[in-house]
């Protein structure tokens, strides 16, 4: 029942696109007076969304439980859709942006790297100084100023023309009457776009009459007051993705339309497009179909000479929409095997010029085989912020954080597991010249503590366990973690790192009951987290409790046993001798700070 109500909340924020990875994972049930008591893991962007989902499930299944048949039900039920309604309108506000970020979160978990929520759409992706900011597809060095400069299309098009790149023609077009005589003066056909705006809200490219570009006009001023008239070039549509100087994806846009048979006609071909799964996915998603005999697809097969009615033959692709658009209708085909080295030497010297470290350059050109120094082509738009997709390119993001990083973005983190806080700060001091190796940079970090080496970088008083362990993972210059937590500190804050690479547990003279009761919570929680070894005194009574009620299926990788006036014993998973590893010299080091009591104090 509490992995079903677990199951359910996690669904719940996912469906709001909220980018969450996994549901919960219940610790432990038992009966009680009352009913039952429970504890659980749950992950969560907003622990408030996460709250609110559990809190309407729990009274929405109490009500009906409670309800009368009847009128009590539905009343309950009718009550229980109306807090459903705000919820979702609440769990909105903290949903992710476009398709990136839950993509680019997916490939963290997967590649072990691990990402702090800085806001709704934000995240701190990596620890210390491998850390990068992430806002979908922008990053920390994404300069604001071009980022800005990407957003207007006449700007963009000035910019690139001063680097001898290939731009389009356009003037700015305050009314309609403008727009006829600047279309004139380019000659038909011609393109109306917003200024300011991207994701092909308000273009309509192909136009070939006056009629069409006061219409089009028009309906872009309902997106944008600043509108351009341009020239328009023919040619196909493709979006080149270049990350950090290296073209990474190579799409074309194929505008909405449907290829004839030699059978059907055009309304017959429109209603066999929409009944292909992804079509009807899109429709449901936009609340409208995508293909239709609109005035837009109308006029489209006047100009080819054709009506609704018109048996196109086959394998003739009829365009219904101007825009190269998935959002309209439209689809992708994959060209990066495709792509001429001009082209791509292009894609990335427009990245250059608009000095973005991540752009899609929209290039229309008549063959992407073809270079552009040969034909007709133009960049007619540059986006700062591209939507990625892998789709139809698997594992792309996951090429693209360790780029990000430089590798894993982790550094070297090891938790002290200490059951009083008394002496916090001398144990972290004692074990830090070990950990370290006697280097410098290293951050210590518990309830009242935040410390890099022996410079302290906050007021005692002022951060809790989560707060100085999150701050610590946190800081630029860190080039390692010691963290230190209490059982209970764990238990009721969890971990403050998914990926912990030491576990030393701090020796004790004897374990209350209380304490005792709670291991078995303790080591399920600690064991899907810690990666390398563990470091203990041997015969020190917490480790052994702790150690005897690790889960089965998955026990410690290693144990290093300090003994006194002894070198450390070291046994495998199996409880066999373990062979000398690279580590080895590290966990002999921390076994002798814990060695006898007084190093330990």
């Not at 009500?63 to 229980?80: H, I, N």
């Not at 023309?161 to 023609?169: K, N, V």
């Not at 540059?382 to 973005?409: F, H, M, R, S």
Request: charged share 25%; hydrophobic share 40%.
């Amino acid at each position: 029942m509490c992995d079903w109500f677990l199951h359910l909340a996690w669904q719940m924020q996912t469906h709001a696109h909220i980018p969450l990875l996994q549901p919960g994972r219940l610790l432990w049930v038992r009966s009680a007076d009352d009913g039952y008591r429970s504890q659980f893991v749950a992950p969560y962007v907003a622990a408030e969304a996460l709250l609110l989902c559990l809190h309407w499930l729990a009274d929405t299944l109490t009500a009906l439980d409670d309800a009368a048949p009847g009128a009590a039900t539905e009343a309950a039920a009718t009550a229980s859709s109306d807090r459903l309604r705000r919820l979702r309108e609440r769990l909105a506000r903290d949903s992710g942006q476009g398709i990136n970020t839950p993509r680019i979160l997916r490939a963290a978990v997967e590649l072990r790297v691990p990402f702090t929520r800085l806001d709704s759409k934000a995240y701190m992706i990596g620890q210390g100084p491998h850390s990068r900011w992430m806002r979908s597809t922008y990053t920390d060095r994404t300069s604001a100023i071009s980022s800005g400069f990407a957003r207007h299309k006449q700007l963009t098009a000035r910019i690139l023309s001063l680097h001898g790149l290939p731009a389009p023609q356009h003037f700015a077009a305050g009314s309609a009457d403008e727009a006829v005589r600047r279309a004139r003066q380019l000659g038909f056909p011609v393109v109306i776009k917003p200024d300011d705006l991207d994701g092909g809200k308000g273009v309509h490219a192909g136009l070939r009459n006056e009629a069409l570009v006061r219409q089009c006009h028009a309906e872009a001023r309902r997106h944008s007051r600043n509108i351009l008239v341009e020239k328009h070039v023919e040619g196909r549509d493709y979006r080149l993705t270049v990350f950090e100087g290296r073209l990474i994806k190579a799409t074309e846009r194929i505008p909405g339309g449907v290829t004839g048979n030699g059978v059907e006609s055009v309304r017959r071909l429109i209603d066999s497009a929409n009944q292909l799964p992804d079509i009807q996915q899109r429709t449901k998603d936009r609340g409208k179909p995508l293909l239709q005999l609109d005035t837009e697809a109308i006029d489209l097969l006047a100009e080819a000479g054709l009506t609704p009615d018109s048996i196109p033959p086959e394998g003739d692709f009829i365009r219904l929409r101007r825009r190269a658009n998935v959002s309209t209708g439209g689809r992708t085909r994959m060209v990066g095997g495709e792509v001429h080295p001009d082209n791509e030497r292009l894609a990335i010297r427009a990245a250059a010029a608009m000095r973005l470290d991540i752009a899609g350059i929209d290039l229309i050109i008549p063959d992407i085989g073809r270079s552009w120094l040969e034909s007709e082509a133009i960049i007619c738009e540059v986006n700062a912020q591209p939507q990625i997709g892998e789709i139809d390119q698997p594992g792309l993001y996951k090429e693209i954080i360790p780029t990000l990083l430089g590798g894993n973005g982790r550094i070297p983190v090891a938790l002290v597991l200490k059951v009083r806080r008394k002496g916090t700060g001398a144990v972290l001091e004692r074990l830090r010249t070990p950990f370290a190796a006697g280097a410098d940079k290293t951050v210590l970090a518990g309830h009242g503590l935040l410390r890099l080496d022996r410079h302290e970088l906050s007021r005692p008083a002022e951060f809790g366990y989560p707060q100085a362990t999150q701050a610590a993972l946190a800081q630029p210059e860190a080039e390692r973690a010691l963290l230190v937590a209490s059982p209970a500190d764990i238990l009721s804050h969890g971990l403050p790192t998914p990926y912990i690479d030491l576990l030393i547990i701090h020796p004790e003279t004897a374990i209350d009951t209380r304490l005792e009761e709670r291991l078995g919570r303790l080591a399920r929680l600690l064991q899907p987290h810690i990666e390398g070894a563990i470091v203990c005194r041997e015969g020190d009574p917490l480790a052994t409790a702790l150690i005897a009620r690790w889960p089965n299926a998955s026990p410690p990788r290693m144990i290093a046993y300090a003994r006194e006036a002894q070198p450390m014993r070291l046994v495998s998973h199996n409880g066999e001798p373990a062979p000398s590893s690279a580590n080895t010299a590290l966990l002999a080091r921390l076994a002798e700070a814990l060695a006898t009591p007084s190093k330990a104090a």
